[in-house]
């Protein structure tokens, strides 16, 4: 989950990088890296590094003032999986001969035969890390590169390297003889290249190449690209021409800036009502039946679809437990939520009657990746709830419902849960459509509920004041409870996680009806418990739950539905949300605990968009 950028072309290449790379950090800021070709003219090409631990800002303080010139170099910005988080590990890793430097987001299974091989080769290591050794390797294999044929020798003793190569990972490298040229390869983790103007990109996101272009290509796996000013060349592993996924990204680099306020998490919580906005323009037809942005299978397939199984991680998740209601409410489909990294490994009975929903913000959750892959070798149809065009989640499935929220930098989700919400609740009415479970204008009338859901959005942030006035007590507590029922339960989980997430308090969600079953001895007095509590089915069962938790000292804060007076009878705070069908109240009932959740880690001194530990996009298992 590393973030990568390279570049090669007519301007010096340093800023071009370290521009690239603060658009990137939030993928990983354990370290930070460049390696530029240092090609000037007089003296053979030689290869200058630059790697520091901590953020990137480290790194720029590091290079200021340095003389370091090049036109094509590498960047990138570490999540430590093999290795420290120190200088040594950092990355640019070059090889014993110095010849050869490499950046690299994923992991290397099997590393460690191919670095035993290589010790007995006499190849030494300086570093604990498992990228290293695909570059000595690679160091190894270019002189008989270099002797089979014509074009790049770096290219053909890449070509070589991969192929013994196993785990999931995108790899960029640079050779100081071959001056202006960068090769990458892909497998299972993301890469995407650029042209412009006499220049060439490439980035582990698109966010990283959008002041250059928006017109991206997509490496698939196990192609290698070779990149120099004029143009990029895409192979296989056995150098036969090829060609990846092309796109147009739909959103500019001021979409990825703060725009005035303190924090990206802040800006992208304001920024919900636009974004469920997007994801709901364009939903039907002429006709007014819903569709979806992309369908491979005959839509026959998906009517008669006997069971659910959506598969996600963290708060991917809680939108899936979400869905799993409406789901059943309105299609009368029997739903299974699965955490996508336990799915395959217990051998899951799945047939072709089984949609499998895969839920991933940047669909390249690599364990996500994973179950939709099982899935669909197990004959399911797999249906992607993604952010991202052209990722490899939405590429894989049989079918695809973007949620366009736009670029989400802070690693704490806000937006892109609101929006996965909003988009599984579309499919719940899509399948409820197919089967008839719904008339027509049943269907439309739940649709224009959807549609005023921005406009309440707005209203329930207004709340911002009153939770970080709350926010203040909740930052002395030493535990925070919060629990719900029904479509309450998942926004009790997300809560929790929220506030774990961004200020490190101990906070857990729970059932509510769960409580008496052990979760209640936890409580003390003047401990904070956040209710979901509003108006539904189970409403008088939570009031029982907030009374139980009360008894016993705990202080209350009850997210509840405007006009419920009566709420106030049983809790020390309550934060309204305006009323809406019960199934629609998750997509407001979360943005009062973001902002408690942003408000608590600011009175803390956190670091809100980069918590410690965490990096966005999991693309490693």
């Not at 928006?214 to 490496?219: C, F, G, Y």
Request: some cysteine; charged content about 25%.
């Amino acid at each position: 989950m590393c973030g990568i950028i390279g570049y090669t072309g007519p301007d010096p290449a340093l800023r071009v990088l370290l521009d690239g790379l603060a658009t990137l950090e939030y993928r990983g800021y354990d370290s930070a890296g460049v390696v530029l070709v240092d090609d000037r003219p007089g003296a053979p090409a030689e290869l200058a590094v630059r790697k520091r631990a901590g953020k990137l800002q480290v790194l720029v303080d590091d290079v200021a003032g340095q003389d370091l010139t090049g036109s094509t170099g590498l960047g990138h910005t570490r999540w430590a999986t093999h290795g420290d988080p120190n200088d040594r590990n950092a990355h640019p890793h070059v090889s014993g001969d110095g010849n050869v430097a490499v950046i690299h987001n994923g992991i290397i299974e099997n590393y460690a035969d191919l670095k035993s091989e290589l010790l007995a080769n006499g190849y030494t290591f300086r570093s604990d890390t498992d990228t290293e050794v695909v570059v000595q390797l690679v160091a190894a294999l270019y002189d008989r590169a270099a002797q089979s044929g014509e074009g790049s020798p770096l290219a053909r003793a890449v070509r070589i390297a991969v192929k013994r190569l196993e785990g999931a990972f995108s790899l960029a490298f640079v050779d100081r003889r071959e001056p202006g040229v960068i090769v990458a390869v892909r497998r299972e983790a993301p890469m995407v290249l650029g042209h412009r103007d006499g220049a060439s990109l490439l980035a582990s996101d698109v966010a990283g190449l959008l002041a250059h272009t928006r017109d991206v290509e997509a490496l698939l796996n196990d192609q290698v690209a070779i990149l120099t000013a004029d143009g990029i060349t895409v192979t296989d592993l056995d150098g036969a021409p090829a060609s990846g996924h092309r796109f147009t990204v739909d959103w500019d680099v001021a979409d990825a800036e703060m725009q005035g306020f303190a924090h990206f998490m802040l800006k992208e919580i304001h920024e919900q009502p636009r974004a469920v906005r997007e994801t709901l323009l364009g939903r039907t037809d002429d006709d007014g039946r819903i569709v979806l942005d992309d369908l491979r299978v005959p839509s026959e397939e998906l009517r008669h679809v006997d069971k659910v199984v959506i598969v996600a991680c963290g708060t991917s998740f809680h939108s899936g437990m979400v869905a799993k209601y409406a789901i059943e409410h309105w299609a009368h489909i029997p739903v299974e939520v699965e955490i996508a990294s336990e799915f395959r490994y217990r051998d899951p009975i799945l047939s072709p009657h089984m949609l499998v929903v895969a839920i991933s913000q940047s669909g390249e959750t690599a364990d996500t990746l994973a179950a939709a892959a099982h899935a669909r070798a197990q004959g399911a149809t797999v249906v992607a709830i993604t952010n991202v065009v052209g990722s490899s989640l939405a590429r894989e499935a049989d079918a695809v419902l973007y949620t366009r929220a736009g670029p989400e930098i802070a690693v704490a989700s806000t937006k892109a849960f609101t929006t996965q919400m909003v988009a599984l609740e579309i499919l719940a009415l899509y399948l409820a459509q197919l089967r008839r479970a719904l008339f027509p204008d049943e269907v439309a009338d739940h649709l224009a509920r959807m549609h005023a859901l921005p406009a309440l959005i707005e209203e329930v942030l207004d709340c911002e004041r009153q939770m970080a006035d709350l926010a203040q007590t909740v930052a002395r507590a030493r535990y925070v409870m919060f629990f719900g029922r029904h479509v309450g339960l998942p926004i009790a989980l997300e809560g929790a996680l929220k506030l774990k997430e961004i200020s490190y308090l101990h906070a857990e969600g729970f059932p509510a009806g769960e409580m008496k079953h052990g979760p209640i001895a936890l409580i003390d007095e003047g401990g904070p418990v956040v209710a979901l509590a509003t108006r539904g089915h189970v409403r008088s069962k939570i009031i029982s739950n907030i009374e139980q938790v009360k008894g016993r000292g705990a202080v209350v804060l009850a997210i509840a539905t405007e006009g419920d007076t009566e709420i106030k009878e049983h809790s020390d705070h309550v934060v309204y949300v305006p009323d809406v069908h019960e199934l629609l109240t998750p997509i407001l009932t979360v943005v009062p605990l973001q902002l408690l959740s942003y408000h608590v880690a600011i009175a803390l001194g956190r670091d809100v968009d980069q918590p410690r530990n965490l990096a966005k996009t999991v693309t490693v298992e």
